[in-house]
Each structure stands twice: as C-alpha cells, then as structure tokens.
C-alpha cells in the first residue's frame, strides 16, 4: 500500500438534486444559503448525468488549497473521504471529527463541511451522481439510503480486509480513469458499486454492534437494579441470572466487559458499601448489622468483611470514628481560632 489517504466522494443527483433540509439546525439553514456550490471542489462544471463518477487522488486538490479544503458544498452529490495515512479534520454539518487513517466518512447530499489534512495526507476522491447508490443492481439488502441521512465515521484500524479490499478497488478505479479502455463506463459503475457494497457492509456492521452496546449496557442497568433491590437477600449470581432470562456465564461476560468485575464481585461490592456505612452511622454491635445484611453467621460476615476490605468491622469503625473525631477537633480548634482573633 502506497501512501494512501484515501477520499472518496460520492455524487447523487437523488431527488433532481436536492436534499430536504427540514431537519437541519437553523445555522445550517443560514448556511446553506451563503456557502459556495461546487461540483468538485473550486469547480462549478455542471454534473447533471445520473450515471457521472469521478476519482482523484485527495493531494491532487487540497496541496492547491494548502491542505485546506474550505466550507462548501454539493446540490445532489454524495461524498465519502477514506483516509488511509495521515490526519483529517473534517467538519460536516453538525457533526466535528479528528480522525486519522484508515477511516471512511460519508458526506451526504448538500451537506455544508469542510476538511483540514496533515501535510503529505493521501487518498482518492471518488465522485459520483446521487442516483449512484440507489442503482438496483446494488441489490436491496444494501440499505443505502441510511448512508445519505447523515455524515458517517467508520473507522478502519480495526477492520484490515475492508481496509485493504476498499484500498484496493479505488486503486482500480483509479487506474481506470487514468487508462480507459473498452467498457469503461461499465468496469467504472462495477468498482463503484463494489465500493457501495463495501460502505453497506461497515454501516450494517456498525448498527450491529449499536444495537448490541445498547441492549448490553441495558441489561447490566437491570442487573444492577436487581442488585440494589436484593443484595441483602443473599441472592446468588444464578438468581439473578434467572431473573434476567440469561445463563450466569453470559451475565458474568457481561460484567466482566463493562465494568471488569464479575457478578458475584459486584453484588459483593454493593453488599460491602452497605456495610461500611452501617458501621460508620448506625451505633449497633457488628452481630446486629451482619443479621440486617443477610448474615446469618455474624463471624462469617467478619472474615467476608476484612477479605474485601482489609480490616475486620470493629477495626473499622474504630478507624472511622478516629477520624471523624479528629475532623471535629480540627474544626473546634479552627472555630476557637477564628473567636480568639
């Protein structure tokens, strides 16, 4: 691989060419109406042809404009910047990134942005109509429309195959557009639908792993208001787990990747918070607060207590009355201090 930031842009005459802007911010609204319209940046060649795909490499124009592609944008066109070396800083509508490469961001149709790129970045800018993307042949599964909605950020250091493959096919759209043969037209519309296809995929990917982030971080929620609800019942992780319609390996993997702990650590933690504080505020024996907590062995509630914090119950609420009695003679010797003076 070459040095290569890749910067794709993607043009669609979707709608003849306008973008509704309904649900834009009213600064984005000012915008629009102030912000230069270009077909390919700093040019206003007309790109009326359904089927119109264009690649360049990203140096090509922003070492013009120093690296610096100003705020503008395109009636009808699709864009998408993949950057495989180097840094951008892309502004597109509402949206603000510091990426650097690989990564692929889309820009939808009107969308006002603008890029900064490190000195020396490199890439492709693959252009094509709005229509481009919702050619049949793509197929129906390919949800493209949701790529239009919005900007999007896909980065790539995680995903070499796409990384690679993606580098691959503008590579070869490149070198169809440096060196055209027969059926150019037709091998250009096959590579950029295969890069669309590869575009699906990171977006179907990244609703995947959006959705099941949320419906994880949901049920450890569930699980930590089961906690709170039961943890002076002596509950075992199992319980839990069969209250939340898991197995317990699943409810400890789950644990364990969002807060490092497992289950029975965590109701543990909870169970040991509530007893530090009973210690610390409520004036009953030890035996007394290990029967509130579930115990039905006071000495097993002592071993439990000084393996988890360090110290038995008594030595504790020793430490802890010490201290508090030392913060109020601090504060007595302050306020004679203050009266003396």
């Known amino acids: 691989m070459d040095e290569s930031t890749t910067f794709l842009y993607f043009f669609d005459n979707f709608d003849q ?8 911010s009213p600064r984005l609204r000012a915008a629009r ?10 040019e206003l060649t007309e790109t009326d042809s359904g089927d119109f795909v264009h690649i360049e490499w990203i140096e090509t124009r922003s070492r ?13 066109l699709f864009q998408v910047l993949a950057i495989f070396e180097g840094t951008v800083e892309a502004n597109v ?3 603000t990134w510091e990426v650097e490469g690989p990564a692929v961001i889309t820009v939808h149709p009107s969308a006002v942005h603008n890029f900064r790129f490190s000195r020396g970045a490199h890439g492709f800018v693959l252009t094509m ?8 042949a793509i197929g129906a599964d390919a949800d493209m429309a949701s790529l239009l909605r919005k900007p999007w950020l896909f980065p790539l250091a995680d995903a070499p195959q796409t990384r690679d493959r993606l580098y691959t096919l503008l590579g070869l759209v490149m070198d169809e557009f440096s060196r055209p043969q027969l059926g150019h037209a037709e091998m250009v519309g096959w590579l950029t639908r295969s890069v669309l296809l590869l575009l699906a995929r990171l977006h179907a990917h990244h609703d995947s792993a959006t959705r099941t982030g949320r419906t994880e971080l949901d049920l450890f929620a569930r699980f930590r208001a089961l906690v709170e609800a039961h943890y002076t019942e002596a509950w075992a992780v199992p319980a839990y787990a069969q209250r939340l319609h898991v197995t317990e390996s699943k409810l400890n993997r789950l644990c364990r990747r969002i807060s490092g702990k497992s289950a029975f650590d965590l109701v543990q933690d909870r169970l040991m918070l509530e007893a530090r504080r009973k210690l610390i505020y409520i004036p009953a024996p030890v035996s007394h607060v290990a029967y509130e907590l579930g ?11 000084k393996r988890h914090v360090g110290v038995t119950p008594s030595a504790f609420r020793r ?6 009695l030392g913060d109020e003679s601090d504060l007595a010797a302050d306020l004679v201090a203050a009266i003396t003076e």
């Open 17 to 24: 060419g306008k973008t509704s802007m309904s649900g834009a």
């Open 33 to 42: 109406e102030t912000i230069p319209e270009f077909s390919l940046y700093g």
């Open 64 to 76: 013009l404009y120093d690296w610096h592609i100003d705020t503008h944008r395109h009636l009808g």
């Open 93 to 95: 509508d509402d949206a």
């Open 129 to 136: 109509a709005q229509s481009v993307p919702f050619d049949a």
């Open 295 to 305: 115990f039905q062995d006071p000495a097993y509630f002592c071993r439990v207590f």
């Open 319 to 324: 430490t802890a009355q010490h201290a508090h």
